[in-house]
């Protein structure tokens, strides 16, 4: 398998739980080590999360979601029809910054630097967003190979 | 998601919240509101038992924070508010162990969710319940 998507046109909150099942399935296709797959679950939601409530503003919006293996490595791609925002350019928080000087946004990139191994930003050609979260090295070969 | 409460006796009346399912942006505020139930109620003491929560976001440590500030009579966050409440979070974490909400047996994944985001700093974390509830 080099790739999966999993499309949903009007995504709210109420799918995540289903695109998490979709995520699983596919990573664990994989040969991919549960803590490992936790890691990019939890990034995933994070990701797709910020995307409804900050990129739809909490309005359904399309999102499609693809799992691709890259050598050792998964790929997530998430590509969204929101207004282009680049969410690797928040800065790692400072909590040292006064209120007024602190960027808008949630702990979700955060968590997402913390778990995934590189995260990629495009503009789609549509005007959207894709989010690349990458995790190398983590497709463990089989005996027979 | 799926809440259950039992209140026990311990050296203090403690209520328990079991919690069953994936906790996330999708159902974080109904754990909130059921803890604003309880205290409605007159609980001061909670037990939140993470035993059957198998993947828990970023949101569900807005809901135990939001959880934490409701139990010592403080507002919960705003919850537009963004990085005003990752570092209202950041500044509790910073200051130490809260008395009124306690946890109770997170699986592994989940408990690396209060690591990285410092909230093993601000909840007491127990793996035996009546350890957890004599604890209060």
């Known amino acids: ?145 | 998601m799926e809440i259950n409460i039992e209140q026990v006796e311990g050296k203090v009346a403690v209520t328990i919240l079991e919690l069953h399912g994936n906790l996330d942006a999708s159902n974080f505020e109904e754990v909130i509101d059921k803890a604003r139930s309880v205290y409605e109620s007159g609980a001061r003491d909670l037990l939140i038992d993470l035993g059957d929560v198998d993947f828990m976001s970023s949101s569900g440590i807005v809901a135990l924070h939001s959880i934490a500030l409701l139990m010592r009579g403080e507002q919960p966050h705003d919850l537009e508010s963004g990085w005003e409440v990752f570092h209202a979070i950041g500044r509790d974490s910073d200051s130490g162990l809260q008395e009124h909400v306690k946890i109770l047996n997170p699986q592994p994944k989940v408990a690396l969710t209060f690591e990285k985001t410092g909230m093993d700093n601000f909840f007491e974390i127990y793996t035996d319940r009546q350890t957890a509830i004599d604890s209060f």
Request: hydrophobic share 40%; glycine share 6%.
């Open chain 1, 1 to 145: 398998m080099d790739s999966s998507t999993f499309t949903i046109k009007k995504a709210k909150l109420k799918h995540l739980a289903e695109i998490r099942r979709f995520v699983d399935s596919e990573v664990s296709a994989l040969n991919v080590h549960p803590d490992i797959i936790y890691n990019i679950l939890l990034s995933t939601t994070e990701a797709i999360t910020n995307i409804i409530l900050h990129g739809y503003n909490g309005e359904e919006g399309l999102i499609v979601i693809e799992v691709k293996q890259e050598d050792e490595s998964v790929a997530i791609y998430i590509r969204d029809e929101a207004p282009q925002f680049d969410p690797t350019q928040i800065p790692t928080p400072d909590l040292t910054l006064p209120l007024e000087d602190r960027p808008m946004g949630g702990m979700g990139i955060h968590l997402i630097r913390q778990f995934m191994d590189r995260i990629i930003y495009r503009e789609t050609p549509q005007g959207g967003n894709e989010l690349i979260l990458v995790k190398e090295n983590v497709i463990q070969k089989t005996l027979e190979e």
